[in-house]
């Protein structure tokens, strides 16, 4: 199951999150952080971050990289937003966060801040069939998102973010009802564009992500913000939203922070916040907006594994591929059979791995058996599965360590016939490890093979899903597929022995035209 962490670094917080990402299964979430640093004060007040705003942000980093490395991700992603695109010393602070927060840290633009929202949202409530405005109110800046039907059409990036506005306009505790004022008139200078381009009316739901969200939800449902999670995707009313806004206007801050649902530090910029909010849903003439817990972060997730960052570690490097690549060449095996067999291979290994729960390096070493396994056709068909252990197991293969190659070569030997057993002296040298990867990497290899039965081009691509206690093998193919499913069905028996699952191969429906 491969693992990502994602840093959002904002004008207002620093957020951490860390997940595991399996197809077909809701994220987990293995490590969750937020830290208030309101690194957007000192820029919009002077240009610049202080250096006194840049050490604490770099603790915080280095407090989270602690965590996110502890958990063995794959790929990490920090970003830094509005305060930082704004700020006069980005190389500085570029290269000390990045330091602290052991990966390089990239200032995005505003369009792709908003299309990592969107992503986080989708991600966590798709709404297909939809159209959909997604408002997210950040410490320096609010996105607005257009999509429709899960896609996104159009994104604004404004600088209506509640750190920036209370530095602005809020002058006073509480804030003199001028100073509401000129605010109020900005966000909707602000927001006029927007809703020229996107239109008033049409909206099928509105959802609103983002701390002051959350507050808002959280204050308006009376629960506490250590419990905000419970309320995602609780609907608010406008009308409810104005009553909080009128409540809190008149507040001075210790009111504020006395109201359920408010946390002491988004007391300080929680009247903003609620304004732009406010203003959101009057302009959009909107009837009421849904909370989602999702942000930044959870799109740099999804983000990241949909480009399938950290594959490349289960997969063997160029100079690899190269020279198993030739020596199939050498010993007469279809190059096009064995690539097709590695790639369905690599497919399963990945698919496969929260059942198997191996470390992604033994996905190489079946790529390369999967390339290698045919090779003692070239001494004899007869048995050659027990001479493509003798080849490879005495073979020099640059790229791999010698027991490395060993276990490549007991791949080959096991990839069909008899499982191992205690009497195969070979398999008792192994180490519990090491026994452990080559019998969860047999009936993979067994299975990528014979869904590659006929040798002929049939096979398409191949999808596998967990569903309901067994492993679904969905063949996309342009003909019949017959042999490849009683193939890969009669495999089956050494993954149920191995994996105590059963197999069924279907072919996949045919898309219409």
């Known amino acids: 199951m491969p693992r990502y962490a994602a840093i959002d670094i904002g004008s207002n917080s620093i957020r951490m999150e860390a997940a595991e990402v399996v197809p077909g299964q809701p994220v987990r979430i293995l490590a969750s952080e937020r830290e208030v640093t309101r690194l957007g004060e000192s820029v919009f007040r002077s240009g610049s971050v202080s250096e006194e705003a840049l050490k604490a942000t770099c603790a915080v980093l280095a407090r989270m990289c602690g965590l996110y490395r502890r958990l063995d991700v794959v790929g990490v992603r920090a970003v830094a937003t509005s305060a930082i695109r704004d700020t006069r010393n980005q190389r500085e602070f570029v290269a000390r966060a990045s330091e602290a927060a052991g990966a390089p840290v990239e200032i995005i633009s505003g369009r792709e801040e908003a299309r990592l929202i969107h992503l986080g949202a989708e991600s966590n409530w798709p709404q297909a069939g939809k159209r959909t405005l997604i408002f997210d109110i950040g410490g320096g800046s609010a996105e607005i998102i257009a999509s429709e039907g899960g896609r996104l059409r159009e994104a604004f990036s404004k600088p209506l973010g509640a750190v920036r506005l209370r530095e602005i306009f809020l002058k006073d505790d509480p804030p003199a009802q001028r100073q509401l004022h000129q605010m109020q008139e900005y966000i909707r200078e602000k927001l006029a564009s927007a809703v020229a381009k996107l239109g008033r009316t049409g909206w099928d739901r509105a959802i609103a992500t983002s701390a002051t969200a959350a507050a808002v939800a959280s204050a308006v449902a009376r629960v506490q913000r250590a419990k905000r999670d419970e309320i995602d995707r609780l609907r608010v009313s406008t009308s409810q939203v104005r009553r909080l806004y009128e409540r809190i206007a008149e507040l001075n801050l210790v009111g504020r922070r006395a109201v359920t649902g408010i946390g002491p530090r988004r007391a300080e910029i929680i009247v903003p916040g609620v304004a732009v909010l406010l203003e959101f ?25 949909a480009r399938n960052v950290g594959a490349e570690l289960s997969r063997l490097d160029r100079e690899q591929r190269r020279e198993v690549e030739e020596m199939s060449r050498r010993y007469g095996v279809s190059l096009e059979h064995a690539r097709k067999v590695a790639n369905i291979s690599s497919l399963l290994f990945t698919a496969l791995q929260p059942l198997h729960e191996l470390p992604p390096a033994s996905g190489k070493l079946l790529e390369a058996a999967a390339y290698l396994h045919d090779v003692g056709h070239f001494v004899s068909n007869i048995g050659h599965h027990k001479h493509s252990y003798y080849v490879v197991a005495n073979s020099d293969i640059a790229g791999f360590t010698e027991r490395e190659r060993t276990l490549i070569a007991m791949l080959c030997r096991y990839h069909r016939k008899s499982l191992p057993s205690p009497v195969h002296n070979a398999f008792q040298s192994l180490s519990v490890d090491e026994k452990r990867t080559l019998m969860m990497t047999i009936p993979i290899l067994r299975l990528a093979d014979n869904l590659d039965r006929s040798h002929e081009p049939r096979i398409q691509r191949v999808e596998c899903h967990l569903r309901d206690g067994e492993v679904v093998l969905q063949v996309h193919s342009r003909g019949d597929v017959d042999l490849e499913q009683w193939a890969a069905e009669r495999a089956g028996e050494a993954f149920r022995q191995v994996y105590n699952r059963p197999v069924t191969v279907e072919k996949a429906r045919a898309m219409r035209a």
């Open 281 to 305: 849903l009057s302009e959009f003439h909107l009837p009421a907006v849904f909370y989602s817990r999702a942000g930044v972060r959870d799109g740099i997730i999804a983000d990241l594994a």
